[in-house]
């Protein structure tokens, strides 16, 4: 029992530094993003030529969120297609996989907003190989860090 009380203590101190870790995460996004990350869901979406970020309010009524979740997936698609990944820089405190590369290749992949009827999304295409595997890097890494179970393989 000796021998476990320092792996138990260890291992406790890292199930709170995580949740405290996700729980900045969350303010950072509702900061950043301008809707309330409990009150929203995020979705992933890798696709063969690029992927979906998709943002939806979880209650149909909840009217202020639609218009949140529209206003910043507009935004985003105009920011992405210039190159500024700043709003997802600041929600992870960190520079997310593939973005130098998004960074880098800008010019060679589409960012188009669609509207939803509870919220919207970002479609992200591009023919380009490597911009197609940052993508996938950038939406892989926004899976784990939302924590949203979707799909990590192209459909």
């Known amino acids: 029992m000796k021998r476990l009380l320092p792996i138990i203590l260890l291992l406790a101190i890292a199930s709170v530094a995580a949740q405290h870790t996700h729980h900045d ?3 950072r996004g509702n900061q950043g993003m301008g809707f309330d990350q409990d009150k929203t869901a995020h979705h992933f979406l890798l696709t063969k030529d690029g992927g979906i970020i998709q943002v939806l309010a979880k209650s149909a009524s909840d009217k202020e969120s639609v218009e949140q979740i529209r206003m910043h997936l507009n935004h985003i698609q105009h920011a992405f297609s210039s190159g500024d990944f700043d709003i997802p820089m600041f929600v992870h405190g960190q520079t ?12 060679q992949i589409q960012y188009s907003y669609e509207e939803m009827e509870d919220g919207g999304r970002v479609v992200i295409s591009s023919k380009n190989a490597d911009a197609v595997n940052a993508v996938h890097d ?11 179970g979707d799909p990590v393989n192209a459909k």
Not at 96 to 107: S, Y
Not at 139 to 147: D, S
């Open 25 to 27: 995460m969350q303010n």
């Open 96 to 107: 997310p996989p593939g973005v130098p590369t998004m960074k880098k290749l800008k010019d």
């Open 138 to 148: 950038f939406l892989k890494f926004q899976i784990r860090e939302h924590k949203t």
